[in-house]
């Protein structure tokens, strides 16, 4: 009755070694090749704008809405 447990992790331990062994065997003589392409992005130029002295605009430091 013991030897069906033992069995049963051999088997196993043997189809993980046969499954570790397909997969390298697959990574070494097929690699995958990524399809991804690098882009160049291209910098956009925000110019900075002053702050502009509009009295209808909110200003939160001075605790006022308008």
Do not use: K
Request: hydrophobic share 50%; glycine share 6%; charged share 20%.
């Amino acid at each position: 009755m013991r030897e069906a447990p033992m069995r049963t992790l051999v088997m196993l331990a043997v189809a993980f070694v046969l499954a570790t062994g397909a997969f390298w065997a697959t990574m070494l003589t097929v690699p995958p090749q990524s399809v991804a392409r690098g882009q160049i992005v291209p910098a956009v130029h925000i110019p900075l704008v002053r702050e502009t002295m509009d009295p209808d605009r909110y200003d939160a430091d001075g605790g006022d809405v308008f």
